[in-house]
């Protein structure tokens, strides 16, 4: 009886696979039938296949699915490592809510805009969308954006995941506050929001007259519920709880209105007793998304890669320490670099298998340096609450490859 051949399955060749056979070269160099069960499938060619149909709603690809973390059913984080560019898919925008996602019929949405003006009145959605409309790209970031809600493995999602940035379209503020003449002494007004909670804030008339809107859309169709459906406040540049969502009622005052959320909340508090209100903007930030937890780096060449943005306006300059901040380099702004929104950064650095921490830190076009941790630390106080927070941020490098985050690195 003639020995069966061995089979080289690194270097079989299939030719034929019909009717359940295969025909594969063994190493003797004979050719062999076998069931095409005991053969690697072949991967079949795309261009010689028909694609799948048109559908209603598109999906992502099976090997591209992102996902965003959640916390407690009133949060959840944007996965700022799977991401590119700087515009985030709505569905991957973070959450934040404090009593729920209201339900609003868009028929029966109204906006009441009274107080200190000449004429109040009610606003239908229809009736916002017959205003000249506007649109802009801005971030949106919660004001506990940086408080660490895991105590490991913690990666960019979870390190500073409550920011995210949109195409956001709607009604200029100024333009409803020009419809209903507000009047002069008139220099703050009342944002309410529509969800349970009653979120409220009060706002300088200024604001609303630089560069606030009505938004009613969400990087080109309409605001998601989640977002503050059917319409939003959006407040560039400033504490994302300003941006009052599900916006029902605007009330002008000649004073703020020292509501809840702006007392007992979203205050920080100083070393000398004292606290500090109504600290709208987002200062200067950055986080290194790629290489990050959980990546294992090899040494050799990788380009480092992040997200800067300021509330202040345009990102100026990013600089990265590959030494644990004994020294700094410039990286590349990526375009577009628009104020009051994430801009792309990337350095080139070829990493020697030594230990090491890299980080980044952003400079605003006003100047404004991102501070680290001793430095925010020695301004606030060591027991400041974890608003505002916007120290440098590092991910260690072992031996190993291994990358981890340390809050006392900086």
């Known amino acids: 009886m003639r020995k069966r051949p061995e089979i080289n399955r690194t270097r079989r060749k299939l030719l034929a696979a019909a009717g359940g056979v295969a025909v594969i070269q063994a190493t003797s160099g004979d050719w062999l039938q076998v069931a095409a069960s005991a053969t690697e499938a072949p991967v079949p060619d795309p261009a010689r296949l028909p694609g799948a149909a048109a559908s209603k709603l598109g ?17 959840s984080m944007t996965p700022l490592q799977d991401l590119h560019g700087t515009i985030t898919p709505a569905d991957l925008h973070f959450e934040r809510h404090h009593a729920g996602i209201p339900d609003i019929a868009p028929e029966q949405y109204e906006l009441l805009v009274h107080g200190m003006v000449e004429r109040p009145m009610k606003f239908s959605l229809a009736e916002l969308k017959r205003f000249p409309a506007t649109t802009h790209i801005r971030f949106i970031e919660c004001s506990g954006n940086l408080n660490i809600w895991m105590k490991k493995n913690i990666t960019p999602q979870t390190l500073a995941g409550m920011t995210s940035q949109s195409e956001w379209t709607g009604v200029s503020l100024a333009t409803l506050f020009r419809e209903v003449g507000v009047k002069p002494s008139a220099s703050w007004f009342l944002a309410e929001g529509a969800d349970a909670a009653l979120m409220t804030r009060s706002i300088p008339v200024a604001k609303a007259m630089d560069d606030a809107i009505i938004a009613y859309a969400q990087n080109g169709e309409a605001v998601r519920p989640a977002q503050g459906y059917p319409a939003r406040l959006l407040l560039p540049g400033w504490e994302g709880n300003t941006s009052v969502k599900w916006l029902r009622r605007i009330e002008l005052s000649d004073r703020p209105f020292m509501t809840r959320e702006e007392t007992s909340k979203y205050t920080d508090p100083l070393k000398d007793g004292t606290a500090r209100q ?25 380009e480092i890669r992040g997200l800067a943005w300021s509330g202040r306006g345009r990102i100026r300059r990013v600089d990265v320490s590959v030494d644990a901040g004994k020294s700094w380099a410039a990286a590349t702004l990526q375009e577009p670099v628009l104020p009051k929104a994430h801009t792309r950064f990337r350095l080139l650095w070829k990493w020697d298998g030594k230990p090491t921490a890299i980080m980044s830190r952003a400079v605003d076009e006003t100047g404004y340096v991102q501070p680290t941790r001793d430095e925010l630390t020695a301004a606030r106080g060591a027991g400041s609450m974890p608003y505002h927070l916007n120290p440098i941020t590092a991910w260690h490098i072992g031996v190993d490859g291994q990358l981890n985050y340390r809050a006392n690195e900086t």
Request: a positive charge.
């Open 59 to 75: 999906a992502r690809a099976a090997a591209e699915q992102p996902a965003r973390q959640a916390f407690g059913g009133a949060l």
């Open 278 to 302: 109504f600290s709208f903007v987002m200062d200067a930030r950055s986080i290194i998304t790629f290489p990050a937890y959980p990546v294992i780096l090899e040494k050799g060449w990788v």
